[in-house]
């Protein structure tokens, strides 16, 4: 998410007037953050199913990886991956920067405040503006090199903590390429079929951000929330989260499921464009986090997109005359500013017409 894409946030602006907390200073929950209880919320399927669905856990070594991953895709929007190929180390060096960032006084991360038109910084999610109570979290977007918000949070470390974003934003755009060639592999695409690929197919010129999230432990986690219900308005996105559960995906007929974490794994989901080029083949998952009692729950997402020229539409070799394309083709700038001013609904305002022959897009929920 290259610094022009941030012309997408300048035209919806997102002023969120309020003291910023000290999470862990407070004995019991505000107001200002106390919504509903669970199971009464926006998509009512329960707090979570007890079923034995699971969501899929790949090795990426596995001979059948490909077929594998095309199952997710389809069934589910979301998998984790093991044997990824990220260093343990780069893991470790990640989440003790965000441990390091947010441990930081109150005063200190807001010299790194995120402007109400930016996309750089910290503060609390941008779709807080969709929902009248606040959640019970905080986070910081990096795009680009973080280095003079560094400066701010950390004046004499600030250096360390930017190349360990610089290796972690290395090693993190090389999965994300291979995670997107299984992804389209699955569906019969070929390196010859996404031109902006590049020559080579490595898709250097795409675009990528970071979002860390801190959920502190909260006196009352049954009425509070970590991050509201929504999709990913990326290509993919890659999550790496702590050993605190607290990711729940939305199992169409099933109910919310918590996606445990797997030493080691990272979860790789489905984002809205990657559901435009399928042609609703892949359903971009709505996804949120919730929050515990006792365990501080740290998590990094990698946003990755395509690069910011490149219109997204579904891909030629998936239609035909019973399969029309039905979503129009957006740029991923286009698409955030439709997000920004639409939220959930983004998908719906940009398709073209309903499936044909009885056929259902897998996002009509959103």
Known sequence: MPSRLSDAFRAHPVHLYHKHLDFNSLQELPDS?????????EYPTGVESFCSETVPVIDLTDSNALALIGHACKTWGVFQVTNHGIPSKILVDIENTGRSLFSLPVQQKLKAARSPDGVSGYGLARISSF?????????????????????????????????????????????????????????????????WAGPKGEFKEASAAFQLNSYPACPDPERAMGLAAHTDSTLLTILYQNN????????EGTGWITVPPVPGALV???????????????????????????H???????????????????????????????YRPVTWNEYLGTKAKHFNKALSSVR??????GLVDVNDHS
């Open 296 to 326: 501080h729950r740290l998590s990094i997402a990698y946003l990755y997109g395509p690069p910011a020229n490149v219109q997204i539409a579904p891909l030629s070799n998936l239609l035909g005359p019973s399969h029309p394309p039905l």
């Open 352 to 357: 073209l017409r309903a499936p044909l022959n």
């Open 33 to 41: 953050h106390a919504w509903a209880p669970l199971d009464d919320r």
């Open 244 to 251: 605190t559960s607290g990711l729940q995906v939305l199992r």
């Open 131 to 195: 929902f009248p109570k606040l959640m019970w979290s905080e986070g910081f977007t990096i795009v680009g090199s973080p280095l003079e918000q560094f400066r701010q949070l950390w004046p004499q470390d600030y250096g360390k903590f930017s190349d360990i974003v610089g290796e972690y934003d290395k090693e993190m755009k090389k999965l994300a390429g291979k995670l997107m060639w299984l992804m389209l592999g699955s569906l019969g695409i070929s390196k010859e079929d996404i031109k």
């Open 268 to 294: 790789v989901n489905v984002g809205d464009l990657l559901h435009m080029l399928s042609n609703g083949l892949y359903p971009s998952v709505m996804h949120r986090a919730v929050v515990n009692r006792t």
